[in-house]
C-alpha cells in the first residue's frame, strides 16, 4: 500500500491525538478526511510537503495540526480539544498518477 | 471556498434500472472530479478520477462524465452490490471538497 496509517486510538475528552500516514514514496500534497458516525466524509485540512504550507477547514482551525516529516516520507495529523463528536474514521489522502490515493484509515474513538 | 452540491440526496432503484448522479461545482474545477463509492467503517472506493476516467477493477457499468462545473456519475445497469453512498470529491486545490453524499438504494 502507498500510505499506511498509524492504529487506532482511544482518548478521553480534553485531550489531543497524533495520527501518522507514511508513504512508501516522496510526497508532495497530503490531505486529512474524516466521517464520524452517521455524518458524511469531510475534508479536514491538508499540507504541501515541498513548501510547508497548511490549509484548514475553518471547523477545525486552532484545533488541527499537519506536519510532514519529508526524511520519513511522513505526515501527521494532531486534533487537540477532542470531544465526542471527534470520534470517526480518519484519512490521509494524496494525488498519485494524478488520481487520489487513500490511507486505511484510522479509528479513533473519544470516551471518558 | 468552491463548494460541491450533490443530487439527488438518495435514490431507491430496481435491479437493471440506469441511476444518474449529478455534482456541481460552485466555480470551474476543470476536470479535477473524483467519484466514490462508500459504505460504513471502510475506505471509500474510488470509482472515477478526473471526471471520466474509470479506476482500474471498477465494473465497466460506471461512468463519469463532466467538465468545469457540472459532472454526472452514470450506473448503466444498477445491480444489487452497488447499494451504498456515493460522494463525488475536487481535488485541484485545497480545500479537497465532497458532495453531500448520495444514499442508493437497491
Known amino acids: 500500500e502507498y500510505l499506511v496509517q498509524s492504529g487506532a486510538e482511544v482518548r478521553k475528552p480534553g485531550s489531543s491525538v497524533k495520527v501518522s500516514c507514511k508513504a512508501s514514496g516522496g510526497i508532495f500534497a497530503v490531505n486529512w478526511m474524516r466521517q464520524a458516525p452517521g455524518q458524511g466524509l469531510e475534508w479536514m485540512g491538508g499540507i504541501i510537503t515541498v513548501l510547508k504550507v497548511q490549509n484548514y477547514a475553518q471547523e477545525f482551525q486552532g484545533r488541527l495540526t499537519i506536519t510532514a516529516d519529508e526524511s520519513t516520507n511522513t505526515v501527521y495529523m494532531e486534533l487537540s480539544s477532542l470531544r465526542s463528536g471527534d470520534t470517526g474514521l480518519y484519512y490521509c489522502?494524496?494525488?498519485?498518477?494524478?488520481?487520489?490515493?487513500w490511507g486505511q484509515g484510522t479509528l479513533v474513538t473519544v470516551s471518558s | 471556498d468552491i463548494q460541491m452540491t450533490q443530487s439527488p440526496s438518495s435514490l431507491s432503484a430496481s435491479v437493471g434500472d440506469r441511476v444518474t448522479i449529478t455534482c456541481r461545482a460552485s466555480?470551474?474545477?476543470?476536470?479535477?472530479l473524483a467519484w466514490y463509492q462508500h459504505r460504513p467503517g471502510k475506505v471509500p472506493n474510488l470509482l472515477i478520477y478526473?471526471?471520466?476516467t474509470v479506476h482500474f477493477g471498477v465494473p465497466s457499468r460506471f461512468s463519469g462524465s463532466g467538465s468545469g462545473t457540472d459532472f454526472t456519475l452514470t450506473i448503466s445497469s444498477l445491480q444489487p452490490e452497488d447499494a451504498a453512498t456515493y460522494y463525488c470529491?475536487?481535488?485541484?486545490?485545497?480545500?479537497?471538497?465532497f458532495g453531500q453524499g448520495t444514499k442508493v438504494e437497491v
Open positions: 478526473a471526471a471520466s
Open positions: 466555480q470551474g474545477i476543470s476536470d479535477y
Open positions: 489522502a494524496t494525488l498519485r498518477d494524478s488520481r487520489p490515493m
Open positions: 470529491q475536487k481535488y485541484n486545490s485545497a480545500p479537497w471538497t
